[in-house]
């Protein structure tokens, strides 16, 4: 059963942190390169950070390079986003996915508000 389930967000101040988990069924996280979007109200969905099967490469949107950093648990299938400095700019559904299909779970919600 393919399923990817995200979670960790919530609201935050400009300037705080917040960190998302994925899970992920193993069929198509093992060996695959994972990546975060994220959609903001009205606008396309987004490409966030990616990071390599192996987690020794990672790239990010222009607008969060230096403020995330995205890492991946292979023993435990886990994908993660941290992210500091939040803005309100950042505020969007995020979503993860893998390289293998294209599937998508529910989301988690990221509110920047003050």
């Known amino acids: 059963q393919v399923q990817l389930v995200e979670s960790g967000g919530g609201l935050v101040q400009p300037g705080g942190s917040l960190r998302l988990s994925c899970a992920a069924s193993?069929?198509?996280?093992?060996?695959?390169?994972m990546t975060w979007y994220r959609q903001a109200p009205e606008k396309p969905r987004e490409f966030v950070a990616r990071?390599?099967?192996?987690?020794?490469?990672?790239n990010y949107a222009d607008s969060v390079k230096g403020r995330f950093t995205v890492s991946r648990d292979n023993a435990n299938k886990m994908l993660y986003l941290q992210m500091n400095n939040l803005q309100p700019d950042d505020t969007a559904i995020y979503y993860c996915?893998?390289?293998?299909?294209?599937?998508w779970g529910q989301g988690t919600q990221v509110t920047v508000s003050s």
């Open positions: 990071i390599t099967s192996a987690g020794t490469m990672t």
């Open positions: 193993g069929s198509i996280f093992s060996g695959y390169s």
């Open positions: 996915k893998s390289s293998k299909l294209d599937f």
